[in-house]
């Protein structure tokens, strides 16, 4: 059974829409983390959070905005969507927010705005 | 910000051969390294993980690092086939939070 669930797997958007990406772990982690793999790019750090606060956001866009309804959900909502925003989008969790904890990836959304 | 060179960009072993990938970052903040690797259409699979100088082996996956010469490495032993999938280094430093930086990856491709 997969340990970190993300929904949906595939999604076509039109642009200026907008969406929700579902993250939900059942690892008992306390810090959750979204990340950004575009085309030939490295995977990018976008948010991580730690019991449900906010811990850093190195995304400059406010259009990105995560959402910690329960400890061990981490949803994406992505406002007025560009097309430059099609990317596959990774929710990763660790123990805590320390830098020795392994992360566990999902399998990722992967987003095409159209 | 810290910023990861991996090389080569891509690269071919034949199944049983030692398969080596590398990594330079570009200061020596980072505390922790990490090798992942990631299969076409799906998430990261954490491979080692190596915090000190030295080597680390986990299974056919062995990293070494060198702090001074700002250089990581994961060395493959008896390479299969279903190991053919990019792999990522990935470093971090040791605060609260923290972020990770990844490496763009190398592309490995075993043959049978």
């Known amino acids: 059974d997969p340990k970190i669930i993300q929904k949906p797997k595939y999604l076509v958007a039109v642009t200026g829409s907008e969406k929700i990406l579902i993250c939900e772990q059942y690892?008992?982690?306390?810090?959750m983390y979204w990340y950004r793999q575009s085309a030939k790019k490295p995977l990018e750090f976008m948010f991580s959070?730690?019991?449900?606060?906010?811990?850093d956001n190195q995304t400059a866009s406010s259009r990105f905005q995560p959402q910690s309804s329960k400890k061990n959900h981490l949803d994406l909502q992505i406002t007025a969507l560009k097309p430059d925003d099609s990317a596959t989008y990774f929710c990763?969790?660790?123990?805590?927010?320390?830098?020795?904890?392994?992360?566990?990836f999902g399998s990722g959304t992967r987003l095409l705005v159209i | 910000q810290q910023k990861v060179q991996q090389s080569p960009e891509s690269l071919t072993v034949s199944e049983g051969a030692m398969a080596s990938l590398n990594c330079t970052f570009s200061?020596?903040?980072?505390?922790?390294f990490r090798w992942y690797r990631q299969h076409s259409g799906k998430g990261l699979e954490v491979l080692v993980s190596?915090?000190?100088?030295g080597e680390k082996e986990e299974g056919r996956f062995t990293a070494h690092l060198n702090r001074a010469s700002l250089h990581v490495s994961l060395h493959i032993r008896e390479p299969q086939p279903s190991d053919s999938a990019v792999y990522l280094c990935?470093?971090?430093?040791?605060?609260?939070?923290?972020?990770?930086?990844f490496g763009s990856g190398t592309r490995l491709l075993v043959s049978p």
């Open positions: 959070y730690s019991y449900q606060k906010l811990m």
């Open positions: 690892l008992g982690h306390n810090a």
């Open positions: 990935a470093m971090s430093r040791g605060t609260g939070g923290y972020k990770v930086v």
């Open positions: 990763a969790s660790s123990q805590d927010g320390g830098a020795n904890s392994d992360y566990t």
């Open positions: 190596i915090f000190s100088d």
């Open positions: 200061d020596g903040t980072s505390d922790n």
